[in-house]
């Protein structure tokens, strides 16, 4: 009993009911189990939402992004800019261009790669990746 007239209880008494608990409440036996199978019947529920939810999400993500996402598709010969890497000798400075080029597209790999040409003819001996390269508009 505590100063206040009040009775401690343990946390754990509040979600699992002991003995001493339900025989102060009264609750006869059928009462008790009929209670605690409504309790579990809840949660039972909950858990199966959550394994739903967990199981949707990843598919709502991907049409969230496809829906914005337009492939891009290049063809041989067709005029397309190189970005400039920050690692690139090109690389000058703040104000420094972000793109080179045009090139040509020389060929279209499998996995999104290039292999691009200079306007001369020469080609580029290692492929370019297609997120590194856009279309020339000029």
């Not at 754990?12 to 189990?33: F, G, K, N, T, Y």
Request: hydrophobic share 40%.
């Amino acid at each position: 009993m505590l100063d206040n007239g009040t009775e401690a209880v343990i946390p754990a008494e509040v979600e699992i009911p002991s003995l001493r608990v339900i025989q102060e409440a009264e609750l006869s036996d059928a009462e008790w189990i009929r209670s605690r199978y409504k309790q579990l019947a809840l949660i039972d529920g909950k858990n199966i939402n959550a394994v739903c939810h967990d199981q949707l999400y990843p598919n709502r993500m991907s049409r969230a992004f496809n829906k914005r996402f337009k492939p891009r598709q290049f063809a041989p010969g067709q005029l397309v800019l190189k970005k400039i890497f920050s690692h690139q000798d090109e690389a000058k400075g703040k104000f420094s261009a972000n793109w080179q080029g045009p090139y040509m597209v020389h060929r279209v790999l499998t996995g999104g790669t290039l292999i691009l040409a200079e306007m001369d003819g020469e080609i580029f001996p290692k492929p370019i990746n297609l997120e590194a390269v856009k279309r020339n508009n000029a």
